[in-house]
């Protein structure tokens, strides 16, 4: 069974910042594409950002220029940084691993904007 561990949702005030992070194995990290997606009540899952293990980002138009994904090799762990958030970023934030027909989710981490 892999593991992929979120941690770092929470509640934030429009125009906040918030970090989260995803821990992986490192069998997994080596070599799967890592990527983030998002759940909005109501609404289909959706990719928000994701990185290959050659640096490769692709990012979702809504948040192109507010959010930030990396890697630290070193603990094997990707992260999401997120500014300027909205209400609209509101949802269920899922890690996702992903290697040819093989396909991983962390359990998710609520990310809610609210004043």
């Known amino acids: 069974q892999v593991q992929l561990v979120e941690s770092g949702g929470g509640l934030v005030q429009p125009g906040g910042s918030l970090r989260l992070t995803c821990a992986a194995p490192?069998?997994?990290?080596?070599?799967?594409?890592m990527g983030w997606y998002r759940q909005a009540p109501g609404k289909q899952r959706e990719l928000v950002a994701d990185?290959?293990?050659?640096?490769?980002?692709n990012y979702a138009d809504s948040v192109k220029g507010r959010f930030l994904i990396s890697r630290d090799n070193a603990r094997a762990t990707v992260s999401l940084q997120m500014s300027s958030l909205k209400p609209e970023d509101t949802a269920v934030y899922y890690c996702?691993?992903?290697?040819?027909?093989?396909?991983?989710w962390g359990r998710g981490t609520q990310v809610t904007v609210s004043s």
């Open positions: 996702n691993a992903q290697h040819m027909v093989a396909n991983y």
């Open positions: 490192r069998s997994i990290f080596n070599t799967y594409r």
């Open positions: 990185l290959t293990t050659t640096g490769y980002t």
